[in-house]
């Protein structure tokens, strides 16, 4: 720790909570790493809706984490607490985080940090994390999507959506899309969508259904899009949902969960145990980061901020107009 400084720059919420512009840089403390951490020098940071909810006062973080927003990030391994025995100082790591990424230096569980791909750069880098882990798990471990299969997302030029769209093509399924406007639409296509639906002009389903329907369903939407999801489902398809953009209590039919012997299942990545996503760190190493060391998952990048702009950053993702990850580099 000898060459790391004792303070940093931060992005602090002003008042605890508030609009984009009470985010604010202000000098704190550095992190020092406890055992089984390593301390990161941060080069990029994600921002991802969470933070948004978090500034905003709705998503507090879970115990022992952070007030700083930020979930993920990339760097270099600045210093090594006691039984972080995998990484060296000055290995280059992505790693997921319960807070701490909008920062000069942010403190990371070891289990939590996977090493950047050959061919990366520290932008690309820092957004992957989230929205990977987030969309391996519900998509492929508890939605069980396969090869051949078709998996319809929507949301589809989020973060997640592009994420969704690029890891399903790299296992050999097909996607179908879904955004609002034509523009979207059509970037969802460039991005590797084999179909691509403006639900904002057309029914999803029925234009979902002509193409054959979906085995899985990726859902951050909810409100009325719940039950037009188990309406597009196939026999045994299965839907799993991340988040409630348009609400969570709704009337529902739940009988197509019968009929079509459907599986309805949901999660939320933050508030797991540090043992549950080191599990999760390791699966996504093993089967999805060679995709990623391949080239077969390249995430567009919307637009990059220095850190001192967050609260520009956190205006645009709010705004909506956006392809993918927004990012600061510090």
Same mark, same amino acid.
């Given at each position: 720790?000898?060459?790391?400084?004792?303070?940093?720059?931060?992005?602090?919420?002003?008042?605890?909570?508030?609009? @984009?512009?009470?985010?604010?840089?202000?000098?704190?403390?550095? @992190?020092?790493?406890?055992?089984?951490?390593?301390?990161?020098?941060?080069?990029?940071?994600?921002?991802?809706?969470?933070?948004? /909810?978090?500034?905003?006062?709705?998503? @507090?973080?879970?115990? +022992? &984490?952070?007030?700083?927003?930020?979930?993920?990030?990339?760097?270099?391994?600045?210093?090594? +607490?006691?039984?972080?025995?995998?990484?060296?100082?000055?290995?280059?790591?992505?790693?997921?985080? +319960?807070?701490?990424?909008?920062?000069?230096?942010?403190?990371?569980?070891?289990?939590?940090?996977?090493?950047?791909?050959?061919?990366?750069?520290?932008?690309?880098?820092?957004?992957?994390? *989230?929205?990977?882990?987030?969309?391996?798990?519900?998509?492929?471990?508890?939605?069980?999507?396969? &090869?051949?299969?078709?998996? /319809?997302?929507?949301?589809?030029?989020?973060?997640?959506?592009?994420?969704?769209?690029?890891?399903?093509?790299?296992?050999?399924?097909?996607?179908?899309?879904?955004?609002?406007?034509?523009?979207?639409?059509?970037?969802? /296509?460039?991005?590797? &969508?084999?179909?691509?639906?403006?639900?904002?002009? *057309?029914?999803?389903?029925?234009?979902?259904?002509? *193409?054959?329907?979906?085995?899985?369903?990726?859902?951050?939407?909810?409100?009325?899009?719940?039950?037009?999801?188990?309406?597009?489902?196939?026999?045994?398809?299965?839907?799993?949902?991340?988040?409630?953009?348009?609400?969570?209590?709704?009337?529902?039919?739940?009988?197509?969960?019968?009929?079509?012997?459907?599986?309805?299942?949901?999660?939320?990545?933050?508030?797991?145990?540090?043992?549950?996503?080191?599990?999760?760190?390791?699966?996504? *190493?093993?089967?999805?980061?060679?995709?990623?060391?391949? +080239?077969?998952?390249? /995430?567009?990048?919307?637009?990059?901020?220095?850190?001192?702009?967050?609260?520009?950053?956190?205006?645009?993702?709010?705004?909506?107009?956006?392809?993918?990850?927004?990012?600061?580099?510090?």
């Amino acid at each position: 720790m000898s060459d790391t400084p004792h303070s940093m720059t931060a992005i602090v919420v002003e008042g605890g909570k508030g609009p @984009p512009e009470a985010l604010r840089p202000q000098t704190v403390d550095t @992190p020092r790493p406890g055992p089984g951490q390593i301390l990161v020098r941060v080069a990029a940071a994600g921002v991802n809706r969470p933070d948004l /909810l978090q500034r905003k006062g709705a998503y @507090p973080p879970p115990p +022992g &984490a952070p007030d700083i927003l930020g979930l993920e990030v990339s760097g270099e391994v600045a210093a090594l +607490g006691e039984g972080a025995a995998r990484w060296r100082i000055g290995d280059k790591v992505c790693a997921l985080l +319960g807070g701490g990424g909008y920062a000069q230096y942010a403190l990371v569980d070891a289990r939590h940090a996977l090493p950047v791909p050959d061919g990366l750069d520290m932008i690309q880098a820092a957004g992957l994390p *989230e929205t990977v882990f987030t969309v391996f798990s519900n998509v492929f471990e508890r939605a069980r999507l396969q &090869a051949g299969e078709t998996l /319809l997302v929507h949301g589809a030029t989020s973060g997640i959506g592009v994420t969704a769209i690029a890891l399903a093509k790299a296992a050999g399924a097909r996607v179908i899309a879904t955004s609002r406007g034509a523009a979207k639409t059509a970037r969802a /296509l460039e991005l590797g &969508a084999d179909v691509s639906i403006d639900s904002s002009a *057309e029914d999803f389903v029925e234009a979902a259904r002509r *193409e054959g329907g979906a085995d899985v369903v990726l859902d951050m939407v909810g409100g009325d899009f719940t039950q037009k999801n188990l309406a597009v489902l196939n026999l045994e398809g299965r839907l799993t949902q991340i988040a409630f953009q348009a609400g969570s209590k709704i009337e529902l039919d739940l009988s197509p969960l019968l009929v079509k012997r459907l599986t309805f299942v949901a999660s939320t990545l933050r508030p797991r145990s540090a043992d549950e996503k080191a599990r999760l760190a390791r699966a996504v *190493e093993a089967e999805a980061w060679p995709w990623v060391a391949a +080239g077969k998952v390249r /995430l567009p990048v919307a637009k990059v901020f220095p850190l001192r702009d967050a609260a520009a950053a956190h205006a645009y993702l709010e705004a909506g107009e956006h392809v993918g990850k927004v990012i600061l580099t510090v």
